[in-house]
């Protein structure tokens, strides 16, 4: 069964750090393009990056270019994802997800970031 | 960037009624479409990818139709557990964009 599990999330004031986490298992996590997908509290669906298997590409958001980082390790079937300089508009569930096929197949449940003072 | 335009944004219907839901891409996506279901709470479920591919265990009275820049996701008779918000979603040169939402409602 896939599973997908993120963790990191939390209170953060704004200009802060935050580094979340999405442990995979139940399939071969290197294979698998994954992505970052947020949701600000009552709003709709934003994907925020994206990473090749390798991790040799990165795509992002304009909205998180330069203080959003994402990587993997394959080794720990693992995704990450190191957001600097928080502001208020990054609040939101932020979910882990598997991509295929142009889509996104598996999520997480999701992990809560809010930015405030 | 590619900009989805979902409508209608709120959907009114009864149980055992048929569902149309519409989203028109800003430009061609090809067939690079797929549909989302959303209930309170949870995670988004993929429907369909690639515009008209059930994903596994979707119910046959999801389907998905469309390409280029119109497609459309039709529930053809709905149950009670379809009313939830509904997201289609591109991707183009790697990234991806959604629709701001159908919420389908219980009328």
């Known amino acids: 069964e896939v599973q997908l599990v993120e963790s990191g999330g939390g209170l953060v004031q704004p200009g802060g750090s935050l580094r979340l986490s999405c442990a995979a298992s139940?399939?071969?996590?290197?294979?698998?393009?994954m992505s970052w997908v947020r949701q600000a509290p009552g709003k709709g669906l934003e994907w925020v990056a994206n990473?090749?298997?390798?991790?040799?590409?990165?795509y992002y958001v304009d909205s998180v270019k330069g203080r959003f980082t994402i990587s993997r390790d394959n080794a720990k079937n693992s995704l990450y994802l190191q957001m600097n300089s928080l502001r208020a508009e990054d609040t939101a569930v932020y979910y882990c997800?598997?991509?295929?096929?142009?889509?996104?197949?598996?999520w997480g449940q999701g992990t809560l970031v809010t930015v405030s003072s | 960037e590619i900009v989805l335009t979902q409508s209608p944004a709120t959907l009114s219907l009864s149980p055992g009624e048929r569902a149309t839901l519409s989203c028109r891409a800003s430009?061609?996506?090809?067939?690079?479409l797929a549909w989302y279901q959303q209930k309170p709470g949870q995670a988004p479920r993929l429907l369909i990818y690639?515009?008209?591919n059930r994903a596994t265990g979707i119910p046959a009275r999801f389907s998905g139709s469309g390409s280029g820049t119109d497609f459309t996701l039709t529930i053809s008779s709905l149950e009670p557990e379809d009313f939830a918000v509904y997201y289609c979603?591109?991707?183009?040169?790697?990234?991806?964009?959604f629709g701001q939402g159908t919420k389908l409602e219980i009328k």
């Open positions: 997800a598997r991509d295929l096929d142009n889509s996104a197949d598996y």
């Open positions: 139940g399939f071969t996590f290197s294979s698998y393009w």
């Open positions: 990473i090749k298997q390798d991790g040799s590409e990165k």
């Open positions: 430009q061609s996506v090809s067939s690079y």
């Open positions: 690639d515009a008209s």
């Open positions: 979603q591109q991707r183009s040169n790697w990234m991806y964009t």
